[in-house]
């Protein structure tokens, strides 16, 4: 029997009195791309940092093939590649030491080649040895992209990915997050770029007032539908 990659079950999550997600119940299969969309403060970060065990719900049940997710904290962080507003880069070492490092902790091999092939599709193979710190934000960017590559995840967690990207990058991130999905990966997305995310994602989950209002397909809609349920 198949299981699902993931599913979500009463998930809530408050800060003090402040709620920010409620009775979350949702279930993730291998190969969906699921664009997630909600007006600011509607909790799709603090989903995301659920997602990625950055923080725990304070009440429902996170499964993985239907076992807790608790007791596979490891095995699921080694298949999980995340993007957000954070990159968690060592500034005083260079681009290719911060992804030794990072290729080193999740047990990759013959480095050196790896990560010199992953800054060449980064477009930063001529800054590969300057400290990170002297990066611009869509360099920066490209190199938290260039993890994701060298790390090999099946299940990416992206928040707002497109950011501080120009045109020529963007395009290329666009062509990488399509090649991975048709090559059976999992992707969940936050973007404000409604057009962009419609045009990738399988999937739309709208969060309104901490919980999900809608879970449609994403080809029965358009950026204008997705605006007006926002606003409505």
Request: overall charge negative; charged content about 20%; proline content about 2%.
């Amino acid at each position: 029997m198949e299981t699902s990659l993931l599913e979500l079950v009463g998930i809530g999550k408050r800060f003090g009195f402040h709620q920010v997600l409620r009775d979350i119940d949702l279930v993730l299969n291998d190969g969906e791309f699921v664009l997630v969309l909600g007006n600011n403060g509607a909790g799709k970060s603090t989903l995301l940092r659920i997602l990625c065990l950055l923080m725990n719900p304070n009440v429902g049940e996170m499964l993985h093939r239907n076992i807790p997710l608790k007791e596979q904290r490891t095995a699921w962080l080694k298949q999980t590649g995340a993007l957000s507003h954070e990159s968690r880069f060592y500034s005083d070492l260079t681009a290719r030491e911060n992804l030794k490092i990072y290729g080193t902790l999740y047990g990759e091999h013959d480095l050196d080649f790896r990560v010199d092939e992953v800054l060449k599709q980064c477009d930063l193979i001529h800054a590969a040895n300057l400290p990170v710190r002297a990066y611009s934000s869509g360099m920066n960017k490209r190199l938290m992209i260039g993890r994701l590559i060298l790390l090999k995840p099946q299940f990416l967690i992206l928040d707002e990915p497109f950011t501080g990207l120009d045109q020529k990058s963007l395009d290329w991130f666009k062509n990488y997050l399509q090649d991975f999905h048709q090559n059976g990966g999992t992707v969940m997305l936050v973007t404000h770029q409604l057009e962009l995310g419609l045009d990738l994602a399988t999937r739309v989950l709208f969060l309104h007032r901490q919980t999900i209002l809608h879970d449609m397909k994403a080809n029965s809609l358009n950026a204008e539908d997705c605006q007006a349920i926002l606003e409505g």
